[in-house]
């Protein structure tokens, strides 16, 4: 059976201009470090700047795998529910039809390109942003399409789907950041208590 296994990743911290800083670079590489033990066919990222670092250094472990931009995996808002709830109100202020149709059309994008089983057995990172790991984990639970917005992950934090030939996607983990130690944990979070 066919299997297409997915790391999906949200990239390493970043400062205010979208470039890893310090502690991007270096959660970046401890994360390519458990990435290499991996049979990784292909490392895909988002085309932004902090996504497309990250997957060079992820990379640096992974010589096998060929590298490459999906445009997919951008930053975006994959979803504007109709009734936004009153923690979200703020962020979707000013948000106009059209901004949230063309967000739902890259989110349709994203999940018919990586959300389904491969032709082959294959294993791919991608490189991403804390929505669009949302969004596909919100996709291989089946979830309704807001329930996105109750999803978040931290930097370099790893989770693992597997799209199965004929029956229904698995999520194998979710947000594990065990690779980091607790200094580099909880990066790209608000503030809170974390476990």
Same mark, same amino acid.
């Given at each position: 059976m066919a299997t297409r296994h997915l790391y999906v990743v949200r990239h390493g911290a970043a400062d205010p201009f979208g470039e &890893?800083? *310090?502690?991007?670079?270096?959660? #970046?590489?401890? +994360?390519g470090r458990r990435l290499a033990q991996l049979p990784v066919d292909a490392v895909w990222h988002s085309p932004l700047p902090r996504a497309a670092?990250?997957?060079?250094?992820?990379?640096?472990? &992974?010589? *096998?795998?060929?590298?490459?931009? #999906?445009?997919? +995996?951008?930053?975006?808002?994959?979803?504007?529910?109709?009734?936004?709830?009153?923690?979200?109100a703020g962020f979707f202020d000013g948000y106009d039809p059209e901004e949230a149709a063309a967000g739902a059309r890259v989110a349709e994008a994203l999940t018919a390109r990586f959300a389904r089983p491969a032709d082959t057995e294959v294993h791919e990172v991608l490189v991403t942003h804390a929505y669009q790991v949302a969004w596909l984990v919100r996709d291989a639970l089946g979830a309704p399409p807001a329930r996105w917005l109750a999803m978040s992950c931290g930097n370099t934090a790893l989770t693992v789907i597997q799209h199965w030939s004929g029956t229904l996607p698995s999520l194998l983990l979710y947000n594990d950041m065990s690779h980091l130690p607790a200094e580099l944990r909880w990066t790209g979070f608000g503030p809170g208590t974390r476990p």
């Open positions: &890893l800083t *310090d502690v991007g670079e270096r959660q #970046a590489h401890l +994360l670092r990250t997957a060079r250094i992820l990379a640096e472990y &992974l010589p *096998d795998a060929a590298v490459g931009e #999906a445009p997919e +995996l951008v930053d975006h808002v994959p979803h504007v529910p109709t009734d936004v709830p009153p923690a979200w």
